[in-house]
């Protein structure tokens, strides 16, 4: 292995590393005391609900025919690679990710809204295997092309019912100035071929709290994966379900409250599912009072449980008592 005489000095002292960090840094603060002064807080606003259109700064971004978001975009990475120039062995201070197919800069998160900067590259498109299935998070999409061509498909659900959906497709030619506007939980951007590269603006906002992420097949519709919209959500189910196999029987009062609560169906259903596994007088209880609640979306399915369990285990009808 080959190290370079500056990697090897770093082993001994890491100042130069640590100076070059503080002087991307800088350069960083400088762009957001500028260009991106309102970069935040349009941010939190979007995030909160605020209408596109009555933000100035990510209103011009996204505005068809305005020429705003190349100089928002090109005065940012000039900035970033002339400092990268005077100090290679720095890193850009903004979260960002890579691989064989997509690199990803996030520019800004506040309040659920994001605003990223994404290439996408058409050798490692093709490289991957053709998409099979759509998802379509509960989240709204406004996406800008700054750079290069691709080929596309929008896939949009005209019916949803249990267990599947109808899908109308259609091609799309995206191509450089193209503003695109999405409700995720309605549609999805499936890309066919890049030309090169692809570069887009992106920003994102979750729509929802406790709504849930469907994929569907694309050659029947039929629903193959959910998942919980929020990270939140997905940390809680995860968590439920840990401790379930876990054996944590300490855990079944907290369980039975938390499927009792306002928020997410799945994730109160999930915590229900391990309540019972774990406690089955606790879990059983916390059953028969969602039964009770007519205007909870969880009364039927568990209505429905109950019945099925003392079908089942007869003994049970005298842990709760039966819903009025």
Request: aromatic share 4%; net charge neutral; hydrophobic share 45%.
């Amino acid at each position: 292995m080959l190290i370079r005489p500056e990697l090897e000095a770093l082993r001994r002292d890491d100042t130069p590393q640590r100076q070059a960090q503080a002087r991307l840094a800088e350069v960083l603060a400088r762009w957001r005391a500028g260009p991106a002064a309102l970069l935040d807080h349009e941010l939190a606003r979007f995030g909160e609900g605020a209408e596109l259109d009555d933000l100035t700064l990510l209103a011009a971004l996204f505005a068809p025919g305005d020429k705003a978001a190349d100089g928002f975009i090109a005065e940012l990475v000039a900035r970033l690679t002339a400092a990268l120039g005077r100090d290679p062995l720095g890193q850009v201070p903004l979260r960002h990710y890579t691989d064989d197919l997509v690199t990803t800069l996030m520019l800004g998160r506040s309040a659920g809204a994001t605003l990223t900067l994404q290439a996408l590259d058409g050798a490692g498109l093709v490289r991957r295997a053709a998409p099979v299935s759509a998802s379509f998070p509960p989240s709204e999409t406004v996406e800008r092309v700054l750079a290069g061509s691709a080929r596309a498909e929008r896939v949009r659900i005209m019916a949803a019912r249990p267990g599947a959906a109808d899908l109308d497709t259609a091609e799309v030619d995206l191509a450089p100035g193209l503003v695109q506007r999405r409700d995720g939980s309605r549609e999805a951007l499936i890309l066919r071929g890049v030309a090169g590269s692809l570069v887009t603006l992106k920003l994102q906002r979750r729509m929802a709290d406790g709504a849930v992420t469907h994929e569907y097949r694309l050659a029947d519709g039929a629903l193959v994966h959910q998942a919980a919209g929020s990270p939140r959500d997905s940390r809680l189910e995860f968590t439920a379900a840990l401790l379930g196999r876990m054996g944590r029987t300490d855990a079944a009062p907290l369980l039975g409250a938390m499927a009792e609560e306002n928020g997410s169906p799945a994730l109160r259903w999930q915590a229900l599912r391990e309540c019972l596994a774990l406690d089955t007088a606790t879990g059983f209880a916390a059953l028969t009072a969602l039964a009770r609640r007519s205007d909870d979306p969880l009364c039927g399915p568990a209505g429905a449980l109950r019945a099925q369990l003392i079908e089942a285990y007869p003994q049970l009808a005298g842990v709760a008592p039966c819903p009025a």
